[in-house]
């Protein structure tokens, strides 16, 4: 779909609402990127569409509005490392870049309010001056904004030892697919006045809002950490080790599947062909050393400090390194775990080989399998339908840059179509093809 | 009951490390308004599509009739220490509470009782409180054993700079019941001072629970009631207990303006009407302080997406004002309506 199909009059119309600067395409948007070869895609994609980078919660109502009369999708955007392709009709993509604003940051009481648009490097910089950290750590975090974190529900190895985005956001600022602006939670760390709209929209792939601010619990930043390498022959190994791990008094922050494949994908871990779980731990030496007794002889090395942070950014943000694959996101209760390997080992073969990595204590692999075909199909196509025969509905899986990000159709998609009804009647918001 | 827990989004003493019933539930069965019998989520920590799971743990039984829950399980913890600081002014027990939480420390459980509450609880109960004291804060600490011994000493020293007068440790799983026994009991021990008493549920930034006590002083004084604290001190979770005799109809009106000016002055820096307890009937008119028309008309809308008659819990949630709309959504939803729901 090309610009010429968002009429004049509409621009203008976006002019008014955002002013005229920052109204424009998409290539403008990216200039400066264009030496990344992964922006191929959406350098095509942003050169074809219109882009509004609204400063306030009212514009981006505004602008809503104007969609829902004049009938043009919107897609919002935050730092888009989760580029999601567009489908049918005129679009608008809103970028929420600009709003970055703090709306409210007290350390001593373990919460901030941000706009949506500030990148999650950004907050853990503003909150690590006060000894805080975010609880989140997803892929790309550096460019990632907050609001995109929110709308994909996405992890890193964090999750482990603090929870999912949803346990620790407290309050939601958004605009529906209809205009209308409102909020859900607050700025405490326990409210239960009214819906808790965070849940809704975490993980909605900004299909029914766009979500213009948040507030979060924060934690205190731990003073020491070590990361203990536990390597394995084979993931079986590494499986039985976990589950001693889930029984044991251990609660280590992070707890990470890292499969050879993803290993060779991490600099610092190339020559290694054993699969490995990364388990990082914080406290005092008598904590660390409790750690290094309880993971037993399973231990190969100990990383501390600079090669500690590079090791788990490599972990992080290992499928950056590989191009040519799609990235899934697979849950599964952590007993299942074994039989979505199996299944990747059944449809992969030494020349499409997988990578994997994961909160291995928490049932999540994240899996990178090639963009080729196995005899004629997509291994991610072939992957998906097997998973689907052998979990059933027991897992969430979401993919990146497909149609939908939902490749398994959940169970209750009458409930989901009802909350689209109510808040983005007009299928404003990526259209109808989500479902 | 658990599906009591659900609706409400319960939390209790120790959801300061370990977080509210929402934070544990991962699947559901929920008869729908029309009978339908429909489940969201499942045994994984998430499933594909909006996460309704989540959006119906605290929904009050205002969109469905939760049937079948599931949950996470916890491992019980390795080491667990229980501390008694016990402080001579409310102000300083206070003051502690912040000063826990900016040491890095996150302890299971804060608990804070004032001198007055924790007399009443001494005598109904015999827990072993201090009569004399301003205030106390029952502390609970959880983990590996290394950690948990470095973290009561930690806490035992913050306690001591914030003026406390002595830091007692339960020695056994015996004293630390009866430490227990007392803040579990301390709503009862007021059926000893008072025929009745209105419990609020206000929530503030943990920073203003020294302002909001004295607030709540001051309440009490303008009003000339009493009023107790026992409180979620680490989550900001107040509840003041303010006393009456139901048979007075002044005291009764004296005692619902008192709660209104505790939340509206919890809302006013930050905070919350309600913090685990629901808004129900009794909270609906005060949505107002903390939501705008448009983000009641947006709440409103969800429900009507699955109760657009209103056949459940008719009149919860939402204030008077909306009721109208309320009302007048009585149409089924057009989606819902297309499934057969």
Not at chain 1, 74 to 96: D, E, I, L, S, Y
Not at chain 1, 279 to 297: E, F, H, I, M, N
Not at chain 2, 28 to 46: H, I, L, N
Request: proline share 5%; hydrophobic share 40%; net charge neutral.
């Amino acid at each position: 779909m090309s610009t010429a199909e968002i009429s004049l009059d509409v621009v203008r119309e976006l002019r008014a609402i955002c002013g005229e600067e920052y109204v424009g395409d998409e290539s403008s948007v990216l200039k400066g990127r264009a030496d990344d070869p992964d922006r191929k895609f959406a350098r095509e994609l942003l050169e074809t569409y219109k882009t509004v980078t609204p400063g306030s919660a009212e514009e981006i109502s505004a602008i809503l509005r104007l969609a829902n009369e004049r009938g043009f999708n919107v897609r919002p955007a935050g730092g888009r490392t989760k580029q999601t392709p567009q489908w049918g009709g005129p679009v608008v993509v809103v970028n929420t870049n600009r709003l970055t604003a703090v709306e409210h940051y007290d350390p001593a009481d373990l919460t901030v309010g941000i706009g949506a648009g500030m990148t999650v490097a950004h907050l853990n910089a503003m909150v690590g001056q006060d000894q805080l950290m975010f609880g989140g750590d997803p892929p790309f975090g550096d460019r990632g904004t907050v609001g995109g974190l929110l709308a994909t529900a996405s992890h890193g190895p964090l999750r482990h030892g603090y929870g999912a985005v949803r346990d620790y956001c407290i309050g939601v600022r958004f605009v529906t697919g209809d205009g209308r602006r409102a909020k859900g939670g607050g700025r405490v760390v326990k409210n239960v006045a009214g819906y808790d709209l965070m849940k809704l929209l975490i993980g909605s792939h900004g299909t029914l809002a766009v979500i213009t601010s948040a507030s979060f619990k924060l934690f205190p930043a731990p003073r020491q950490t070590k990361t203990f390498v536990c390597e394995f022959a084979t993931w079986e190994e590494a499986l039985k080790f976990r589950d001693v791990m889930r029984r044991s008094a251990l609660a280590p922050m992070c707890m990470e599947l890292v499969s050879p494949a993803a290993r060779r994908l991490i600099r610092r871990e190339a020559m290694s062909d054993t699969w490995a779980i990364c388990v990082r731990a914080s406290g005092s030496d008598a904590v660390l050393t409790r750690y290094r007794q309880g993971l037993g002889p399973a231990v190969t090395r100990e990383v501390v400090g600079e090669k500690e942070t590079d090791l788990w950014q490599g972990i992080e943000n290992c499928c950056e390194r590989e191009r040519m694959h799609v990235r899934m996101d697979v849950i599964v209760p952590p007993g299942r775990v074994a039989c979505v390997l199996k299944t990747l080992d059944d449809i992969t073969d030494q020349r499409f080989g997988y990578a994997a990595v994961g909160r291995i204590g928490l049932g999540h692999l994240r899996v990178f399998t090639p963009k080729g075909t196995i005899g004629g199909t997509q291994p991610a196509n072939v992957f998906i339908s097997k998973l689907r025969e052998q979990v059933k509905t027991e897992m969430g899986v979401t993919v990146e840059s497909w149609v939908t990000p939902w490749p398994i159709a959940p169970p209750h998609l009458a409930s989901m179509r009802a909350v689209k009804q109510a808040l983005d009647p007009n299928n404003i918001l990526f259209g109808r093809a989500i479902f | 009951m658990l599906g009591g827990n659900v609706a409400e989004n319960s939390g209790g003493p120790h959801t300061l490390a370990s977080g509210v019933t929402v934070n544990h539930v991962t699947g559901m069965t929920v008869v729908m308004p029309s009978g339908e019998v429909v489940r969201f989520g499942g045994k994984a920590a998430e499933c594909s599509g909006y996460d309704l799971t989540g959006f119906f743990v605290g929904s009050e039984g205002t969109v469905g009739i939760v049937t079948e829950i599931i949950v996470k399980l916890l491992r019980r913890p390795e080491r667990v220490a229980t501390l008694l600081a016990i402080f001579e002014t409310i102000d300083d027990g206070a003051r502690t509470v912040s000063a826990i939480t900016a040491a890095g420390i996150t302890p299971a459980a804060l608990e804070m009782l004032d001198g007055w509450t924790l007399r009443a609880v001494e005598a109904a109960c015999h827990a072993g409180y201090p009569l004399d004291a301003g205030a106390v804060l029952l502390i609970e600490l959880e983990g590996l054993a290394e950690q948990v011994e470095e973290q009561a000493e930690a806490v035992r020293e913050v306690c001591v700079q914030q003026k406390a007068r002595e830091v007692r440790r339960a020695k056994d799983e015996t004293e630390r019941a009866l430490l227990w026994k007392g803040r579990k009991n301390a709503f009862a021990a007021m059926g000893r001072l008072a025929p009745s008493y209105y419990s609020q549920d206000g929530v503030v930034p943990r920073t203003r629970i020294p302002a909001v006590l004295q607030f709540i002083g001051g309440v009490a004084k303008k009003h000339g009631l009493r009023i107790g604290n026992i409180f979620h001190a680490g989550d900001g979770n107040l509840h003041p207990l303010i006393l009456f005799d139901p048979r007075d109809p002044k005291q009764l009106e004296l005692v619902q303006q008192a709660g209104r000016d505790i939340l509206e002055y919890c809302v006013s820096v930050g905070g919350s009407i309600t913090g685990e307890h629901g808004v129900g009937l009794e909270k609906r008119d005060l949505m107002p302080l903390l939501f705008t028309d448009e983000d009641l008309d947006v709440m409103l809308s969800l429900r009507n997406a699955f109760n657009a008659a209103g056949v459940l819990n008719p009149g919860k949630l939402f204030p008077t004002t909306r009721m109208c709309a309320e009302t007048r959504g009585s149409s089924r939803n057009p989606v819902l309506a297309a499934e057969g729901m």
